[in-house]
């Protein structure tokens, strides 16, 4: 099952950061916030990425490109010019970097990679959100109710998308993206959907979180898995902060790989 990376917005909210890299590239722990999206589901078997690029693509192409050699043992020769890796430090990880378009929306970039998916089902995530959500249950939960879509229900403080869940079915009955003074649960970014999804995107300008969650919901075809345990967007500094502060702890609870 191939997982789906939205890498490609401009980060605006953190822009202390994103002026000079994409927002997935802002390190936590010396290591890019993507870089800990990856370990999470690979955790869980799923080591085949897309990553949708927009703004600063270069900078995560030029990431992967270079992987191995900065994560591995190195013999350089200068003279020769040559360079050998002593002690590959990579994972098992295959990863197809597709450039959704530097003005694309949410759904616009999803809508994109469409021709690269080549099962019935895949997992969506941003590449600003870290969790210690079991992925695996996530999958499983998803093929039991055979709907389009299926999104981690969580429970921060409310800025973000609410769900409003039909407690028997786990279907959601009604999606508002961004309410005010509303709390409840939020959509958390992590969702696996299947192919259906691609007809309720129009195209570049599609915001997923608007028009195809709305109808999905509406539809019936919109599930929540409700997870109760670590959630944390890297949406500004504060938030980098505090995951930094997390990573500097005997055991970040996100870290769910060894």
Same mark, same amino acid.
């Given at each position: 099952?191939?997982?789906?990376?939205?890498?490609?917005?401009?980060?605006?909210?953190?822009?202390?950061?994103?002026?000079?890299?994409?927002?997935?590239?802002?390190?936590?722990?010396?290591?890019?916030?993507?870089?800990?999206?990856?370990?999470?589901?690979?955790?869980?078997?799923?080591?085949?990425?897309?990553?949708?690029?927009?703004? *600063?693509?270069?900078?995560?192409?030029?990431?992967?490109?270079?992987?191995?050699?900065?994560?591995?043992?190195?013999?350089?020769?200068?003279?020769?010019?040559?360079?050998?890796?002593? *002690?590959?430090?990579?994972?098992?990880?295959?990863?197809?970097?597709?450039?959704?378009?530097?003005?694309?929306?949410?759904?616009?970039?999803?809508?994109?990679?469409?021709?690269?998916?080549?099962?019935?089902?895949?997992?969506?995530?941003?590449?600003?959100?870290?969790?210690?959500?079991?992925?695996?249950?996530?999958?499983?939960?998803? *093929?039991?109710?055979?709907?389009?879509?299926?999104?981690?229900?969580?429970?921060?403080?409310?800025r973000f998308g609410?769900?409003?869940?039909?407690?028997?079915?786990?279907?959601?009955?009604?999606?508002?993206? *961004?309410?005010?003074?509303?709390?409840?649960?939020?959509?958390?970014g992590f969702m696996?959907?299947?192919?259906?999804?691609?007809?309720?995107?129009?195209?570049?300008?599609?915001?997923?979180?608007?028009?195809?969650?709305?109808?999905?919901?509406?539809?019936?075809?919109?599930?929540?898995?409700?997870?109760?345990?670590?959630?944390?967007?890297?949406?500004?500094?504060?938030?980098?902060?505090?995951?930094?502060?997390?990573?500097?702890?005997?055991?970040?609870?996100?870290?769910?790989?060894?």
């Amino acid at each position: 099952m191939k997982t789906i990376i939205l890498a490609g917005g401009y980060g605006t909210r953190i822009s202390e950061e994103s002026t000079v890299r994409p927002k997935p590239m802002v390190e936590i722990g010396g290591k890019p916030i993507l870089w800990h999206i990856m370990q999470m589901y690979s955790h869980y078997g799923l080591n085949d990425f897309i990553i949708a690029l927009g703004y *600063k693509k270069e900078i995560i192409i030029d990431y992967f490109l270079n992987f191995s050699y900065y994560n591995s043992d190195l013999r350089i020769d200068l003279k020769e010019h040559s360079s050998k890796i002593l *002690k590959n430090g990579s994972p098992d990880w295959k990863i197809t970097l597709v450039d959704t378009g530097a003005d694309s929306m949410t759904g616009g970039r999803l809508k994109r990679v469409e021709n690269y998916i080549d099962s019935d089902n895949f997992c969506l995530t941003y590449g600003d959100g870290v969790s210690d959500i079991n992925i695996e249950h996530l999958v499983s939960f998803h *093929k039991k109710h055979g709907k389009t879509a299926t999104v981690a229900a969580v429970q921060p403080p409310g800025r973000f998308g609410i769900l409003t869940i039909d407690t028997p079915t786990d279907e959601v009955i009604r999606f508002r993206e *961004k309410p005010e003074d509303e709390s409840g649960f939020i959509n958390g970014g992590f969702m696996v959907l299947d192919k259906r999804i691609f007809s309720y995107i129009d195209g570049d300008s599609t915001v997923f979180e608007n028009v195809p969650m709305q109808r999905l919901a509406r539809d019936r075809e919109l599930v929540a898995f409700r997870h109760s345990g670590f959630w944390q967007c890297l949406d500004t500094l504060r938030d980098k902060h505090v995951l930094e502060n997390y990573w500097k702890s005997s055991k970040p609870p996100w870290k769910v790989w060894s």
